[in-house]
Structures are given as structure tokens and as C-alpha cells.
């Protein structure tokens, strides 16, 4: 815990707020989740306390601030939209939308690739196992040997009398 907290103590609020949040999806029925919530929280309500009075519309709330940042991160129009216009009051305010736009899409690629590796595993697992009993069923009506060796015999055979009648169309040719 103490590595969260002097993470959430940090100056960055985006990183600390995802941090936390990575947490809390891994931990929610933990003490430890409860106090990662707490955190996000804590982390939602710094971009209230920051820009709350002057953009009440975007951050007047947390549920707005929620909703703004969930703007951002899908990269609707966070720049000119957002981020711009808070910039021209709080020219810091960079320090809070880039590294959030930065790790979140991080994160959301990462949820996409997540699934398409998983996607790709599970049709290989059912192919394998397809693979694997169409084989349990070639095994299992498979001859015994003495037959396997009249196959066999049979087969040399019938090449020997190809192979025969090949030289003989072949001395004819000549």
C-alpha cells in the first residue's frame, strides 16, 4: 500500500488516477481495493478542484469529470475541444492531459491486443482439440499389424507390375 499511496501522492493526477485505477479492477473486494477506489476518486476530484469553477460544464462535477475524461481518452475531439480551451486559463494544465491521453490509449491498446490474443488462443485450443480427436478416431480403427503388412506387400506388388509395364512400353518406344 505504500507504494500506492506515495504513487497517489505524486504530482501527476492522470497517472495516479490510473494507476488506482488499474488497481481497483484487479482488487476490488480487497482492503486495498477499497483503498484504491478511495484514490481515484481523490484523482477524479483533482481535475473538479483544478478546473471545476472555471469550466463547470467539464468539470463542475465528478460525474462530469468522468464523462469529460472519458472524452479524452477516446480522443473525441480532446484537443480542440477540451483541452485547448482549459490551456488558455491554465496554461499547466498539459501536465494533466497529455500523460492521461498518453497511458490510456496505451491502455486501451492493450485491452484491444489483449483480445484479439485471446480470440486467436481459443480458436487454436479448439482446432488443436479437433485435431486431436479426428486423430483418437483414425487411431482407434486403425488395422493390426499382420494387416498392415499385406497392405504393404500388396502395394510393392502392384508397383513392381507398374514399373514392369512401364519398361515394357518404354523397350517398345526404342
Not at 507504494?3 to 505524486?10: F, Q, S, T, V, W
Request: glycine share 8%; hydrophobic share 45%; net charge negative.
Amino acid at each position: 500500500m505504500r507504494l500506492a499511496g506515495n504513487c497517489h501522492e505524486g504530482s501527476n493526477p492522470s497517472v495516479s488516477a490510473l494507476f488506482f485505477f488499474g488497481i481497483c479492477m484487479l482488487n476490488q473486494d480487497s482492503p486495498a481495493g477499497r483503498e484504491c477506489q478511495r484514490g481515484i476518486l481523490e484523482s477524479e476530484l483533482t481535475g473538479v478542484n483544478l478546473f471545476g469553477q472555471a469550466f463547470p460544464d467539464w468539470f463542475g462535477t465528478v460525474g462530469k469529470a468522468m464523462y469529460t475524461l472519458f472524452q479524452v481518452m477516446t480522443l473525441e475531439s480532446w484537443s480542440m475541444g477540451i483541452s485547448r480551451p482549459v490551456m488558455e486559463v491554465y496554461s499547466a494544465a498539459w501536465l494533466y492531459f497529455v500523460p492521461f491521453v498518453l497511458i490510456s490509449s496505451f491502455i486501451v491498446m492493450n485491452v484491444v491486443v489483449g483480445i484479439v490474443v485471446n480470440s486467436i488462443s481459443e480458436v487454436t485450443a479448439e482446432d488443436t482439440k479437433q485435431a486431436l480427436e479426428d486423430a483418437g478416431d483414425e487411431e482407434s480403427g486403425e488395422k493390426s499389424e499382420e494387416e498392415q503388412i499385406k497392405a504393404l506387400t500388396r502395394e510393392v506388388k502392384e508397383m513392381r507390375e507398374m514399373l514392369a509395364r512401364m519398361e515394357q512400353i518404354m523397350n517398345k518406344n526404342r
